[in-house]
């Protein structure tokens, strides 16, 4: 336990890990991330990916950052960091500005050679005093320590180096007061498969730990506050690695068994990656030779009974496009996981953005509605993953299912739901009751106007469905004119039924509030935090936010209405807001906007939002 009289009991720190994209960060951040969830601790956290692929060591080109908050009221992974390891000068150079005044900055002083500082495109030999640092400058001998700790492993000296991260973590979980058992019993499972190279992490990241209480005089260290949790089973989870389990939970409570046909695509490729390994539970995941035959090889997947999926990313999206519209026109429950990126083409494909939203909705010739819904954080990725799954086969509809690069890769704490807890899944399959001389493939539920599942070897069911228009009654091919209106208003009418199954839409209501900011998607910590500090100043902002774009919830225009001035916030140019303001002309929307591959600071959200109301 800290001993040190210079302890800051904080309700939530945040620690930013950087470094070459080859040093660790990633892995060092989240294990620390990992053990702090354990601890009952709520966290939010933002892997930073450098866009180029092996860019020079040491440059600033190269960077990899991974930041986590830890604390009680987390919903954002924090604008600054109370602690920044930089593991060279390059780290050090493009992460200071994201460090608190007053902050611990950890550096890696071995690593700071002439020869290092040249490569950061630094112009003095004192890079502390170059950058202006107000914070705790903390040198640590890191590569020597590592060196020192590892003198008798037998190991070469690349793969000693590789340990750096892990001694440097070591120092972290001994200034956050973090156990070690945890982080060794998480190296113990990453390096089962290597005990020479699990026994060299677990002795470096004891020596970084043993460090820490050597300069304990020296530097702040911090107490972190943790919540009161609900009983249950807790764990850190990506947004990525969610929703492949929401799918699988819906597979299980609609038991119908789970498919994905994929290919592989930054940022939404570990999904593929995490089905593929759950055999065990009898999912089927393929990666295909390209996004169209991986959206064609869900929809025959959906065709023959199964709950079927396809992964990408916004230029995968539009390659699905006409498998998407077969989907639409056969009426086939059909899941497409978007996890967007920046664009356009091949963009910025390891930072994030809320710029596939029109796609969604209109990417598709022809009228071929769909239903629309996103994922608001890491762990709510699971939750609509499910609620897709579920749209998808008791509405008998393709889903589009938004995320993003930033809750894709961010992760949170999450208590592992029991099976119980999730509500079964219905899907409209076919059985002997509706089963009759008068079945057509398109016999439809008179209250949802949902088709029947009729799965391939139902005895009496042999049906063909396809892309020519068919007729309404009796499911033959259909050139005719009114009939193709009829069909178009019927695919139409469906979607928007979809609204009276899915929640009303909530408000964190501030008292005496004319203004609310809204969003949708992965922007949700960021706006409610706004919110409530917006409040808490004086300024009373209420928010909502938007899980189902389309069908919208079926109180959105009377909720918004209430309001004066609606603000709409997303990573693009003002899509949701177009949306909005097409479907209600009445309402007075403002809109704040950001498109540069990062996450909405909370302070550019309240600047923002505090001109607008001062503009009114």
């Known amino acids: 336990m800290l001993d040190n009289a210079n302890v800051k009991t904080l309700d939530k720190v945040v620690v930013r890990f950087s470094g070459d994209s080859g040093d660790g960060m990633q892995l060092a951040g989240n294990i620390f ?3 702090s969830a354990g601890l009952g601790n709520k966290v939010s956290t933002f892997p930073d990916y450098p866009a180029e692929v092996r860019a020079p060591q040491g440059s600033l080109s190269g960077v990899s950052g991974f930041q986590v908050s830890v604390g009680t009221e987390v919903y954002t992974p924090g604008d600054q960091c109370d602690v920044l390891i930089a593991m060279n000068p390059a780290a050090l150079k493009q992460n200071v500005r994201f460090l608190k005044p007053g902050g611990v900055a950890i550096v890696d002083i071995d690593s700071f050679t002439e020869a290092d500082l040249k490569k950061a495109l630094f112009t003095t030999d004192d890079p502390f005093k170059e950058l202006a640092i ?13 060196r020192a700790a590892l003198a008798d492993s037998g190991l070469d ?19 956050f007061d973090r156990p070690l058992q945890g982080a060794i019993n998480m190296l113990h499972g990453k390096f089962a498969k290597k005990p020479a190279i699990f026994e060299a992490n677990k002795k470096v990241i004891e020596a970084g730990y043993n460090y820490g209480h050597n300069i304990h005089a020296s530097v702040s260290t911090y107490r972190i506050e943790s919540p009161a949790a609900e009983p249950g089973v807790y764990t850190d989870i990506n947004g990525n690695t969610a929703t492949a389990w929401g799918f699988i939970a819906a597979s299980e409570r609609s038991g119908r068994p789970l498919f994905l046909g994929s290919y592989p695509i930054t940022p939404a490729t570990d999904i593929l990656h995490e089905l593929a390994k759950r055999k065990d539970l009898g999912v089927k995941a393929l990666q295909m030779e390209d996004e169209i035959a991986g959206v064609c090889s869900a929809i025959g997947a959906s065709f023959a009974g199964h709950l079927a999926v396809t992964s990408t990313s916004g230029p995968g999206l539009a390659l699905k496009s006409e498998g998407i519209g077969l989907a639409v026109i056969a009426e086939l429950p059909l899941v497409v996981v978007d996890v967007q990126r920046g664009g356009p083409s091949t963009g910025l494909p390891t930072k994030t953005e809320q710029t596939d939203l029109m796609q969604a909705l209109y990417g598709r010739n022809g ?11 890491p762990t709510d990725c699971f939750t609509m993953a499910f609620e897709a799954a579920r749209i998808a086969m008791e509405h008998m509809t393709p889903v589009i299912l938004l995320t993003d690069a930033f809750i894709g890769n961010g992760s949170s704490a999450w208590r592992v739901p029991e099976a119980s807890e999730l509500p079964e899944i219905h899907p409209p399959l076919l059985t002997p009751n509706e089963l009759n001389e008068a079945w057509q493939p398109y016999t439809r539920d008179e209250k949802n106007l949902v088709r029947y599942w009729a799965i391939p070897g139902t005895e009496g069911a042999c049906h063909r469905i396809g892309g020519l228009e068919k007729d309404f009654n009796t499911g033959s091919i259909s050139i005719d004119p009114v009939n ?18 899915i929640p009303e839409l909530q408000e964190m209501k501030a008292e005496g509030a004319d ?18 500090e917006l409040t808490a100043s004086g300024r009373p902002v209420s928010f909502a936010h938007f899980n189902y774009i389309n069908p919208l919830p079926l109180n959105t225009h009377e909720l918004l209405s209430r309001y004066s001035t609606v ?43 505090v001109k607008i109301m001062e503009d009114k």
């Open 484 to 501: 193709h209106e009829k069909m178009v208003e019927t695919r139409r009418e469906k979607i928007a039924r979809i609204a009276y199954d």
């Open 157 to 175: 000296n690349k793969s000693i180096l590789k340990c750096r991260n892990i001694f440097a973590l070591g120092l972290v979980c001994w200034l």
């Open 33 to 35: 991330t990992n053990v």
């Open 134 to 146: 107000n914070a705790q400058v903390v040198e640590v001998p890191v590569t020597s320590m590592t």
């Open 567 to 609: 603000i709409v916030a997303e990573l693009n140019t003002g899509m949701f807001a177009d949306y909005l303001q097409a479907k209600f002309p009445d309402l007075n929307i403002k809109r704040i906007n950001k498109i540069q591959g990062q996450p909405f600071l909370v302070s550019e959200v309240v600047d923002n939002v």
């Open 367 to 377: 009228e071929s509605p769909l239903c629309v819904v996103a994922a608001s954080t």
């Open 515 to 532: 203004t609310i900011l809204i969003g949708w998607g992965g922007t949700y910590g960021h706006l409610r935090t706004a919110a409530a």
